[in-house]
């Protein structure tokens, strides 16, 4: 296992180098755009492309790689902002779409679009249909700006499902309770990690089981091409509710009503609150209206402290009933 997460820790401390490295943007030297990470990118290099909206004497080339996540690929989606494109006449126009090619990126023969092309002065959205798992794929930025004028600058940054990994899920546990995460999408070649290990039968797998002892975050880290990617997850150990233990029904508009915090969540909930004699004097089934503190008469209840049950009714959260006391201010 240790040998294990050394050789991730070491693949992607030399896949962040070698993203670091990168310069070039060219046809035969495309740069790594790697996904929620914003690239820097200059428009330098002459290129002829004549391929959809694009007819440019200088392009730049990015690449990127789809997720493992071979049951739904899903589609990605890139902006490109912060442009600086400015020739003699005034902002010049940028094109730009993702294709798929056969060899060179800048040989409109072998190449197929994977969406729409965009194009304009200012910032742009590029957004694809499904792409397909595990492939590689081309960004073509096109302009007739001449660099040799002034430069042409952007920022790209790509994003969605098809290019990420994804954990799931989000849990609310009972104390010594178990539940699976799983992590979908990443390259299974190079694995996995999640941080930290605490609870887990192991850290290095896509599926893991989780038995907390207490409110925790992991976070996976894995690799889709030369990309680190990452994703978390929580998993809450104990109630889903937050219960005030007291309120001021006293008709000046602060904290008049009992509202309990997450309750909305569980329209089946059921609460029931009592006197110190076990008499039942609300209930409520769902949460919608908070409790303003009057008897089931409709009248004031007086000052003092009362007692509560509160059943979630969710078949997905298997918790007990809560219980405890709340007071009555006035």
Same mark, same amino acid.
Request: charged share 15%.
């Given at each position: +296992?240790?040998?294990?997460?050394?050789?991730?820790?070491?693949?992607?401390?030399?896949?962040?180098?070698?993203?670091?490295?990168?310069? @070039?943007?060219?046809?035969?030297?495309?740069?790594?755009?790697?996904?929620?990470?914003?690239?820097?990118?200059?428009?330098?290099?002459?290129?002829?492309?004549?391929?959809?909206?694009?007819?440019?004497?200088?392009?730049?080339?990015?690449?990127?790689?789809?997720?493992?996540?071979?049951?739904?690929?899903?589609?990605?989606?890139?902006?490109?902002?912060?442009?600086?494109?400015?020739?003699?006449?005034?902002?010049?126009?940028?094109?730009?779409?993702?294709?798929? @090619?056969?060899?060179?990126?800048?040989?409109?023969?072998?190449?197929?679009? +994977?969406?729409?092309?965009?194009?304009?002065?200012?910032?742009?959205?590029?957004?694809?249909?499904?792409?397909?798992?595990?492939?590689?794929?081309?960004?073509?930025?096109?302009?007739?700006?001449?660099?040799?004028?002034?430069?042409?600058? +952007?920022?790209?940054?790509?994003?969605?499902?098809?290019?990420? +990994?994804?954990?799931?899920?989000?849990?609310?546990?009972?104390?010594?309770?178990?539940?699976?995460?799983?992590?979908?999408?990443?390259?299974?070649?190079?694995?996995?990690?999640?941080?930290?290990?605490?609870?887990?039968?192991?850290?290095?797998?896509?599926?893991?089981?989780?038995?907390? @002892?207490?409110? =925790?975050?992991?976070?996976?880290?894995?690799?889709?091409?030369?990309?680190?990617?990452?994703?978390?997850?929580?998993?809450?150990?104990?109630?889903? =509710?937050?219960?005030?233990?007291?309120?001021?029904?006293?008709?000046?508009?602060?904290?008049?009503?009992?509202?309990?915090?997450?309750?909305?969540?569980?329209?089946?909930?059921?609460?029931?609150?009592?006197?110190?004699?076990?008499?039942?004097?609300?209930?409520?089934?769902?949460?919608?209206?908070?409790?303003?503190?009057?008897?089931?008469?409709?009248?004031?209840?007086?000052?003092?402290?009362?007692?509560?049950?509160?059943?979630?009714?969710?078949?997905?959260?298997? =918790?007990?009933?809560?219980?405890?006391?709340?007071?009555?201010?006035?």
């Amino acid at each position: +296992m240790r040998l294990h997460r050394i050789g991730i820790s070491l693949l992607l401390a030399l896949l962040t180098s070698a993203s670091a490295q990168l310069a @070039a943007q060219s046809c035969n030297n495309p740069l790594t755009v790697c996904p929620e990470a914003p690239q820097s990118v200059f428009i330098t290099e002459p290129a002829f492309l004549n391929f959809e909206c694009i007819d440019a004497s200088y392009v730049a080339v990015l690449k990127f790689r789809s997720n493992h996540n071979f049951a739904n690929p899903g589609s990605a989606r890139i902006r490109i902002s912060q442009v600086n494109c400015e020739g003699a006449a005034g902002p010049d126009t940028l094109a730009a779409v993702v294709v798929s @090619a056969s060899g060179d990126p800048c040989d409109a023969a072998g190449l197929t679009a +994977m969406g729409p092309c965009v194009s304009g002065v200012d910032d742009l959205v590029w957004e694809s249909s499904t792409l397909v798992h595990d492939s590689e794929y081309f960004l073509l930025i096109g302009t007739e700006h001449n660099p040799a004028d002034t430069l042409c600058a +952007m920022y790209v940054e790509l994003e969605g499902d098809g290019v990420t +990994m994804d954990a799931c899920c989000n849990h609310t546990l009972i104390p010594g309770a178990s539940e699976t995460l799983t992590v979908v999408g990443g390259d299974p070649v190079y694995g996995y990690t999640w941080t930290p290990e605490f609870y887990l039968s192991d850290p290095n797998e896509a599926t893991t089981t989780v038995t907390p @002892a207490e409110t =925790i975050s992991y976070q996976v880290d894995g690799v889709i091409g030369d990309c680190q990617v990452t994703s978390s997850v929580t998993v809450t150990v104990g109630s889903p =509710i937050g219960v005030p233990n007291s309120f001021t029904p006293n008709g000046d508009g602060i904290n008049d009503f009992w509202g309990i915090d997450g309750i909305s969540a569980f329209p089946g909930t059921k609460v029931e609150v009592f006197n110190r004699w076990g008499q039942l004097v609300h209930r409520s089934l769902g949460y919608a209206q908070p409790w303003d503190g009057t008897g089931r008469s409709g009248k004031p209840l007086n000052p003092g402290t009362y007692y509560y049950v509160i059943e979630l009714n969710d078949e997905t959260l298997p =918790i007990p009933p809560e219980t405890g006391h709340v007071a009555i201010i006035r």
